[in-house]
């Protein structure tokens, strides 16, 4: 049995659906990066700026925009799915019977559709991620994997992971952490640093507003700390969710109670934005954003500061955005 119990991908036949590939990305990570966002996550925030993700598998995406309303897309489907409607094009059949064959998105002349998610071999990944590689190398960054949640889809990522490492990429994970104790081990053993996502102290709240509960993150986030793997703590901060003291010093206790680190624990403060309600509105079908209407607004420089001294009252090295 493989180490770790974590069945190996086969190099020669791993694919993987990546859904963007963002260069010159000085936000995720040391240095200048190039960032793989793998499609396919667990958690449904209300707040979510990439809802693309989510699903593990391709889908159609639509620009009501860019559409000039000409219906070739709908004449090119050979299900007989599409139809063009008030609200624009929208699927007429269930979208189940979709099979993502391009041909309506290779028909439109004005690419308002298009499919999200394409499928890459390893040799076809590593062949963009070499691309920048002079400029990752002279910048001092690296690789980092995103979503979506690279954690969901462990054999790939390690298997990713692993090739990145034999090429001498540096390789951080922007990860929510929410999966078994064995896969979240067996990636921090496989990078040199994890972006690691702590939305909410509260598990009922946690649950209410990610649609999962945080026990494994909170387990996974004291394990790794133990192990003495480099993490980098980011804190969506959005008021009325969690931009309060209560939420604020939990996380303190909660982060102060870890394995002390050789120096002080770094903590993003990253600002709520609504930029992916758009996003939602061209999934198709679309998806609600925020559908339960949960007060959700971007906090004051005020209240940024004051959580951000709150933390720092306990050793920790804030920084707001990044």
């Known amino acids: 049995m493989h180490r770790g119990g974590i069945k190996p991908a086969n190099k020669e036949e791993t694919a993987m659906y990546i859904f963007d590939i963002k260069r010159y990305a000085i936000n995720d990570g040391p240095g200048i990066r190039t960032t793989l966002f793998m499609k396919g996550c667990p958690l449904r925030c209300v707040w979510c700026h990439n809802p693309e993700s989510w699903t593990a598998q391709p889908q159609l995406l ?59 071999t390893m040799n076809e990944l590593m062949a963009e991620v070499e691309k920048e590689r002079s400029i990752m190398e002279d910048s001092g960054g690296g690789v980092t994997l995103c979503g979506g949640e690279p954690l969901m889809h462990p054999e790939y990522t390690l ?33 040199e640093l994890l972006l690691v996502d702590l939305k909410l102290m509260d598990p009922e709240k946690h649950r209410l507003y990610t649609g999962v509960g945080n026990a494994l993150i909170l387990q996974n986030i004291r394990l790794l700390a133990d192990m003495g793997k480099h993490m980098l703590i980011r804190i ?87």
């Open 159 to 191: 298997e990713l992971l692993r090739e990145l490492g034999r090429r001498g990429f540096h390789r951080t994970v922007d990860t929510t952490l929410y999966a078994t104790a064995e896969v979240a081990e067996a990636v921090a053993n496989e990078c």
């Open 236 to 322: 969506p901060l959005i008021d009325g969710v969690n931009a309060d003291d209560d939420n604020i010093e939990a996380t303190a206790r909660f982060l102060s109670s870890l394995t002390p680190h050789p120096s002080p624990l770094t903590i993003h403060l990253l600002p709520y934005h609504d930029v992916g309600k758009d996003k939602h509105r061209r999934m198709l079908p679309p998806s609600a954003y925020n559908p339960q209407g949960f007060p959700l607004a971007v906090p004051s420089e005020e209240l940024q500061h004051h959580c951000a001294a709150l933390l720092e009252t306990h050793g920790f090295h804030v920084v707001i955005g990044g």
């Open 62 to 120: 639509y620009k009501k925009s860019k559409c000039m309303g000409c219906s070739t897309c709908v004449a090119a489907c050979p299900e007989h799915l599409l139809g063009l409607t008030p609200d624009g094009i929208r699927f007429t059949q269930p979208s189940t019977s979709c099979q993502l064959c391009g041909r309506c998105t290779d028909s439109c002349p004005t690419t308002a559709l298009e499919i999200c998610g394409c499928k890459y």
